[in-house]
Structures are given as C-alpha cells and as structure tokens.
C-alpha cells in the first residue's frame, strides 16, 4: 500500500476504494476517479506489478471479483481511511519514527519530488 501510495501520488481516500477492475496489471496503469469525478490513469511502477499480482493471488476466489477493494481489513472487508492510518501509525512506530511527524500525504509530496528531480522540464504538477 505505502509503495503504491509512493508512486503513484494517489490520495489515500483513492487508495482504500481502489478496486480491482481500476488495475491494469498489463498495460501498467491504475484508472483513478479522483476529485471532482476527474479521471485520471496513472502508470504502474515496474516493481509494483509482481508485488500486486502475488498479493491478489494470495487472496481468495471471492476477495478478486473485479468491483472488489483491493485492500482489505483483518476481518477481510474493504478498509476505510481510518484503518489505514492504524495501520500506517503502526507502520512509522515499528520503524522507529515518530507518527506524529510523518503522515500518508507526505507520501504524495516524495511522489511530487521525485517526479521534479527526475524530470525537471516535463512534469505537469
């Protein structure tokens, strides 16, 4: 999820209603229904793809269908924003950094840093 969240800039509203069916695991892209119902399709990082296809062929029959959430809770229904910041503040403490510091949207500014310091004259922000 935190790799996902790194590369691709979504939102973390976006990523827990991420669904199966948005993923093109193929053509490397994520379809995005973002604010203000502007869709948006992202590239898929390289090393994202095998780590997704090994976590949906990990799950169940009935956890892929395609309207399915990609990402679950431990009692296997979709996980809401609240659990994902549970789990990323467990996440940051195992690490040893201080959540109070650290939060899911700095994730979108290392995206919007790395993007800048790879391409300086074409990034669109």
Not at 7 to 13: D, F, G, I, N, V
Request: hydrophobic share 40%; charged share 25%; proline share 6%.
């Amino acid at each position: 999820m935190f790799k996902l969240l790194a590369t691709t800039c979504l939102r973390r509203s976006e990523l827990v209603s991420l669904t199966w069916e948005q993923i093109d695991l193929v053509n490397e892209t994520i379809r995005i229904d973002g604010k203000g119902k502007k869709e948006r399709i992202l590239p898929l990082h390289p090393h994202l793809k095998p780590l997704l296809a090994s976590y949906k062929a990990s799950l169940s029959e009935d956890q892929v269908y395609p309207t399915e959430s990609v990402f679950l809770n431990k009692n296997h229904k979709a996980l809401d924003p609240c659990g994902l910041h549970v789990i990323s503040v467990d996440v940051l403490k195992k690490a040893g950094l201080p959540p109070t510091r650290f939060t899911l949207h700095h994730l979108r500014h290392t995206f919007a840093t790395l993007m800048l310091q790879q391409n300086k004259e074409n990034v669109d922000l």
